[in-house]
């Protein structure tokens, strides 16, 4: 099989472990990080200083806010679903970024139909995968197009989550919510560590992909 095409797959693999976490779940490193009952929400953060940018001039992310939040599916059986909203912004950029997705722990998350890494900057084959929307529900109609994917994983505890992107994301802003937005990132924009945070300080997320 082509590497393209194991690629390709990968989303499809991914959805279908979301929804087998939705209808089955188990517990999971994740549950640290959120507690899996309907309707709670948990807010990570992380702000870079000028002095880390100095240090780190390839980083084009300066900020980043990621809300998760547990909301019943109406499957049968019925079950949980995680969904996850993210918020960034960039260097010369006053607008953040957003997009959102739903997550689901994997055991083979970062591996591909040959068994090999998807993330690289990853170095585990579990973790908790995230297939992102290319059209956030802002929208009066979803679309069923793949936005990108990443992983997100507990810090070393369990205030701190370690996030993981892959090499793109597709995005928008809230003043123009219908324009998608293609996000490459570099080496230097791949992994995030962020901080449990106050739920006020993810507001503006559910704001702008719900309202």
Same mark, same amino acid.
């Given at each position: 099989m082509s #590497?393209?095409?194991?690629?390709a797959?990968a989303?499809?693999?991914?959805?279908? @472990?979301?929804?087998?976490?939705?209808? @089955?779940?188990?517990a999971s490193?994740?549950?640290e990080?959120?507690?899996?009952?309907p309707?709670?929400?948990?807010?990570?953060t992380?702000?870079y200083?000028a002095? %880390?940018?100095?240090?780190n001039p390839?980083?084009?992310?300066?900020?980043m806010?990621?809300?998760?939040?547990?909301?019943?599916?109406?499957?049968?059986?019925? =079950?949980?679903?995680?969904?996850?909203?993210?918020a960034?912004?960039?260097?010369g950029?006053?607008?953040?970024?957003f997009?959102? =997705?739903?997550?689901?722990?994997?055991?083979?998350?970062?591996l591909d139909?040959?068994?090999?890494?998807m993330i690289?900057?990853?170095k585990?084959d579990?973790?908790g995968?995230?297939?992102?929307?290319?059209?956030?529900?802002?929208?009066?109609?979803?679309?069923?197009?793949?936005?990108?994917?990443?992983i997100?994983?507990?810090?070393? &505890? @369990?205030?701190?989550?370690?996030?993981y992107?892959d090499d793109?994301?597709i995005?928008?802003?809230?003043? &123009?919510?219908?324009?998608?937005?293609a996000?490459?990132? =570099?080496a230097?924009?791949?992994?995030?560590?962020? %901080?449990?945070?106050?739920?006020?300080d993810? &507001?503006?997320?559910? #704001?702008?992909?719900?309202?």
């Amino acid at each position: 099989m082509s #590497r393209q095409l194991e690629f390709a797959l990968a989303p499809i693999v991914l959805l279908a @472990a979301l929804y087998a976490a939705a209808t @089955a779940r188990a517990a999971s490193p994740l549950d640290e990080l959120i507690a899996p009952k309907p309707g709670n929400s948990a807010c990570f953060t992380r702000v870079y200083d000028a002095n %880390h940018l100095r240090k780190n001039p390839k980083q084009a992310i300066t900020s980043m806010a990621v809300r998760f939040s547990y909301d019943k599916e109406p499957a049968n059986p019925p =079950g949980l679903i995680l969904g996850l909203g993210l918020a960034i912004s960039r260097k010369g950029d006053p607008q953040p970024l957003f997009a959102q =997705g739903g997550c689901g722990w994997d055991e083979r998350v970062n591996l591909d139909t040959s068994d090999r890494r998807m993330i690289k900057e990853f170095k585990k084959d579990a973790g908790g995968g995230c297939m992102m929307s290319a059209r956030p529900d802002v929208f009066d109609t979803l679309s069923a197009e793949e936005g990108g994917y990443l992983i997100v994983d507990r810090g070393r &505890d @369990a205030n701190t989550l370690m996030l993981y992107l892959d090499d793109y994301l597709i995005m928008v802003k809230q003043p &123009d919510r219908a324009k998608q937005i293609a996000l490459d990132f =570099g080496a230097a924009d791949r992994v995030f560590l962020l %901080h449990r945070a106050p739920a006020i300080d993810c &507001d503006f997320v559910e #704001r702008a992909l719900t309202r």
